[in-house]
């Protein structure tokens, strides 16, 4: 089916729930981006009041498909008397957040980003709103940065401040995400343990490739679809296109001539970046998604035959956006680097829902 026809069908599904709805608590979205998280609330039924992100790039997705304001705010900053009040009153209070991962991930390799207090201001936020549940996902690393003291202080802080506290690395395969993502998601509660999503699919049910953009039509390195803008994808240069030619699905470099190995591969320090430069491979999930996943020397970011790079619609897809998930205004340029960036920092659309349906079974379980 088109993606045309898919949006068409997707569209119709979202106006007849909307004319039924009734809010399953309500929800303000820390360190929102597009939106990925919090779609996959909504979706759940909940009510998203607010986002706040410092990327005004964030604003136009955020609030198409999520119906709630964009705020353009520091977390640091942020006045917690304020956004607290944006909670609809009597519906339980759900405050959740994606810090940037950035100073925890692997990809730092060491660098020092300051960027790891966010995580401090997230907690001084949950303990001045005092909301009944709060989520929070971050890279596993999170849990042993700096010795595990900024993991222990965030879930000692919570304790200390009556909230029942689970968490767990979950593996995005086991919910259905076609992508080898491992991600740290902590569930906190006022009422009593919130308990972790439960997987939903087996090792041989999960999601592949070849299921999830097996069915887009074929566009040439540099290239965009002529009705679908955001299918669209990075050129290669002279020596990249022949690299990609070289690459086969699952493999990396290694494949290649010595001809067309770059010198960073030649040196000791970058043999082990065996996974960059790579093809992804039709029968398995996608590598992880990153906020350079367009790219094709970024990562096994590679198309499974075309010779170029994943589209931005490929990536859209992979984290489990909808089809009709929009990221720019109709008729408006859809640029690679920042629409990129904003799909790659996403939470999977479906890892917000298998969160969202474990706080809404914990919400039953209390009579909220
Ligand atoms: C991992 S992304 C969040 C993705 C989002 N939850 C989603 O699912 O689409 C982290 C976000 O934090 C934002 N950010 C970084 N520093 C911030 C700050 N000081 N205050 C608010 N947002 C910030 C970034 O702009 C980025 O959008």
């Known amino acids: 089916m088109s993606i045309a026809t898919q949006i068409a069908r997707l569209d119709r599904v979202e106006s007849r729930r909307g004319a039924k709805k ?38 136009f997705p955020f609030e198409r498909n999520n119906d709630a304001p964009f705020l353009l705010e520091d977390v640091g900053t942020i006045d917690a008397d304020a956004l607290g009040e944006r909670f609809v009153s009597g519906s339980p209070r759900v405050l959740v957040g994606c810090s940037p991962c950035q100073p925890f991930s692997k990809y730092s390799q060491g660098r020092e980003d300051g960027r790891w207090q966010l995580l401090e201001h ?35 802080a919570l304790r200390n401040a009556d909230y029942f506290v689970d968490w767990k690395i979950v593996y995005c395969p086991d919910f259905g995400i076609p992508q080898s993502r491992s991600r740290l998601v902590l569930l906190a509660s006022r009422l009593g343990p919130p308990g972790v ?25 540099g290239g965009a679809h002529a009705t ?16 990609m030619h070289a690459s086969r699905p699952g493999g990396s470099w290694r494949d290649w001539s010595e001809e067309l190995v770059t010198a960073c591969h030649r040196r000791e320090t970058g043999k082990g970046y065996s996974s960059v430069y790579g093809r992804m491979s ?27 790079a994943i ?34 920092n996403a939470v999977p659309v479906d890892l917000g829902r298998a969160i969202a349906r474990r706080i809404r079974s914990h919400l039953d379980e209390y009579g909220k």
């Open 282 to 308: 039709w029968d398995e999930p996608a590598p992880t998604m990153t906020t350079q996943f367009f790219g094709f020397g970024n990562g096994r970011f590679g198309h499974p035959e075309q010779d170029r």
């Open 22 to 59: 009734r809010s399953r608590g309500s929800v303000i979205d820390l360190f929102c981006g597009a939106g990925g998280l919090s779609h996959g609330f909504k979706l759940e039924g909940f009510d998203v009041v607010a986002g706040v992100d410092i990327d005004e790039k964030c604003r």
């Open 311 to 344: 589209s931005l619609r490929e990536g859209a897809l992979i984290q489990t956006f909808p089809p009709n998930y929009a990221f720019v205004p109709d008729g408006q340029k859809v640029e690679m680097k920042s629409i990129g960036r904003l799909i790659g």
């Open 197 to 221: 999503p439960a997987p939903t699919h087996t090792p041989d049910r999960y999601l592949t490739v070849r299921q999830t953009i097996g069915d887009l039509p074929p566009i040439a390195a």
């Open 228 to 243: 679908d803008d955001l299918h669209r994808c990075s050129a290669l240069s002279a020596s990249n296109e022949k690299r």
């Open 122 to 156: 997230f907690s001084r936020l949950i303990r001045e709103i005092q909301p009944d549940i709060v989520s929070m996902e971050n890279v596993p690393r999170l849990q042993k940065f700096r010795d595990s003291a900024v993991f222990d202080a965030f879930v000692r």
